[in-house]
């Protein structure tokens, strides 16, 4: 016999969605079936299945091969590291519950860390631009019953969050929006011709890195003022006009931005720019803004970080009180000047996602990185150890792209004997605790 | 056959997340980012065919991977590697005091390396962290 459970949490990316089918084994010890989920989110569920997975703390050798260790062994490594740093680096924490980020921010203050979250990579320069001009947003809710005029700046949700538009931005029937798609305008800004922008009304094929030229000629076009040249940040001047009164025209409209816009040139002011655009469009009808977070508990990182020392992400805690700057405290940068003496990463990868000057920097530190998976980072840190997958084989805390929390589901029981990532943090703290009164 | 210069961006696909979330040591991963899409007139310039082996070089470093035919496009003047150790060994580390690198919009020269092959993961990763033989 099989058990089913309904409206299980995806824990893949921001959009977190909450009506997933999954079926295990009578004695709950084997994930069978997943249904509703995306490919990527099915992908994650099944791989905690793999018989190839990693059960037991590796500590890496000389020769290059990895030796089983305790997880008693592993708390005393990762305790004693991160006691006797100077500045260690604890970076990561968006492929975890808040609970555990939590344990995680009182390990930072305990020893003067820089903690730090997938932010820095991510949507890092969006924070900056919140802080800078502030954010009108709204819910994913009230996208879907709402809004009638749609863009996506700079991201691809058709293979990024692939349920993202039929669960709540393009597709879906609202309250107000009983005709769904039908209805819906969609403007798709992307350098490239993509899956998302075959759907497109309109589909500005910016050139790549001028978003905040075309931005600032939008909101020009928004106000009726004159725009010079014929072609504009790459597109035709008449294409800008044309989508100024799409957008003036709506009822209710949402500008969904990506990684298109916080990693190209220029950055957090492209974000600035699509934020006061946001604010112009209000002057003419209502108009929200929602960063497209990636990893599905970013936001709650940003979130616990926040009500614990003041900032969403890069917080230096060396000198005893928190201290932010970005572009000095930020991981890449840390690690460019070669100021950290060690580091710990949990529930993230920079080894595959850092650039390669900072990822050889990690590959040279004394180094942990607590995953459930073998990763690029898990095989260049001293000591890895696997942890029970958050979402799946434990419950906890976590926040969707639009700040709403919801607590994720625990389906399947993890292997035998495995630690999750809060009880090892909470280990690792207490003899932090003890190694630090001796 | 020559090099071409080009505007790198980096990012996600669908098969990138599927293969990462299945397992980023297996092939399937190697397969899914260890590529460069580029465009059909970008193809001619290079003088290559689809589907070799390329070498990819900027300012930031060097990377063999294999050029397909854009999967979403066109876009000439672009090529994309799917986030990931490939695309990451070139793209640019400056974040212009922002914290952020400059993942997309990279100036990289592409030239044929048929006879070079795409490292795995794992090689490839210590290759670039400790200089550990191909």
């Known amino acids: 016999m099989t058990k089913t459970i309904s409206d299980v949490i995806c824990p893949f990316c921001g959009t977190l969605c909450d009506d997933l089918v999954v079926t295990v084994s009578d004695d709950g010890t084997k994930l069978l079936d997943v249904e509703n989920a995306c490919a990527i989110g099915a992908e994650k569920f099944l791989h905690s299945q793999a018989s190839d997975r990693v059960t037991r703390p590796r500590m890496l050798q000389e020769d290059g091969s990895a030796v089983e260790v305790s997880y008693d062994e592993a708390i005393e490594y990762t305790a004693q590291l991160l006691a006797k740093a100077k500045k260690p680096l604890m970076y990561g924490w968006s492929s975890t519950s808040c609970e555990a980020q939590s344990v995680g921010s009182e390990i930072a203050e305990q020893v003067g860390a820089i903690i730090d979250n997938t932010a820095a990579v991510c949507h890092g320069t969006t924070l900056v631009a919140v802080q800078n001009v502030g954010i009108p947003s709204c819910t994913l809710g009230e996208v879907k019953n709402r809004a009638d005029r749609i863009i996506f700046w700079g991201c691809n949700p058709a293979h990024a969050h692939p349920r993202h538009m039929s669960r709540y931005s393009i597709f879906p029937r609202g309250y107000f929006t009983g005709k769904g798609h039908k209805n819906r305008k969609l403007i798709v800004v992307d350098p490239r011709t993509t899956d998302t922008s075959s759907l497109a009304d309109i589909h500005l094929q910016v050139e790549q890195g001028a978003d905040y030229e075309l931005l600032q000629a939008l909101r020009a076009a928004v106000r009726g003022q004159e725009l010079t040249g014929d072609i504009i940040a790459g597109v035709p001047k008449a294409k800008v006009y044309e989508s100024a009164e799409l957008l003036k025209s709506g009822r209710f409209g949402v500008i969904f931005f990506g990684m298109g816009v916080t990693q190209s040139l220029g950055k957090d ?170 | 056959m020559s090099a071409i210069s080009i505007n790198l961006i980096s990012g996600r696909t669908i098969q990138q997340g599927v293969a990462m979330e299945g397992g980023k040591e297996k092939d399937k991963y190697r397969k899914a980012c260890g590529i460069i899409e580029m465009d059909n007139e970008d193809f001619k310039k290079l003088g290559v065919m689809k589907n070799t082996n390329v070498e990819v070089t900027s300012a930031y470093g060097s990377v063999v991977v294999k050029a397909i035919e854009a999967t979403q496009g066109p876009h000439p003047g672009v090529a994309f590697i799917p986030m990931g150790p490939w695309a990451n060994t070139v793209v640019s580390d400056e974040t212009y005091s922002t914290g952020m690198p400059t993942f997309k919009g990279t100036p990289v020269t592409i030239e044929p390396a048929p006879d070079k092959q795409v490292l795995p993961t794992i090689k490839l990763m210590r290759y670039n962290c400790w200089g550990e033989e191909q």
Not at chain 1, 321 to 339: M, V, W
Not at chain 1, 398 to 405: A, K, S, T
Not at chain 1, 418 to 425: A, H, I, Q, R, S
């Open chain 1, 269 to 438: 002011h492209n974000i600035d720019a699509a934020i006061m655009l946001t604010k112009d469009l209000n002057e003419y009808t209502k108009f929200s803004i929602i960063a497209m977070r990636g990893h599905y508990n970013v936001t709650g990182s940003g979130q616990v970080l926040g009500w614990q020392f003041g900032f969403p992400y890069s917080v230096d805690l060396s000198r005893g009180f928190a201290r932010y700057n970005p572009g000095e405290t930020g991981s890449i940068e840390l690690l460019k000047r070669k100021e950290a003496d060690a580091i710990m990463v949990l529930g993230s990868d920079p080894g595959a996602h850092f650039p390669i000057r900072c990822v050889r920097e990690i590959a040279n530190l004394p180094s942990v990185c607590i995953d459930p998976h073998i990763t690029p980072t898990s095989e260049i840190c001293k000591l890895h150890v696997p942890v029970a997958f958050v979402g799946v084989e434990v419950g906890g805390n976590c926040y969707r792209m639009d700040n709403v929390p919801i607590d994720s589901r625990k389906v399947v029981e993890p292997p035998e004997g495995m630690m999750t990532d809060e009880e090892f943090l909470r280990a690792v703290n207490t003899r932090i605790t003890e190694i630090k009164a001796a």
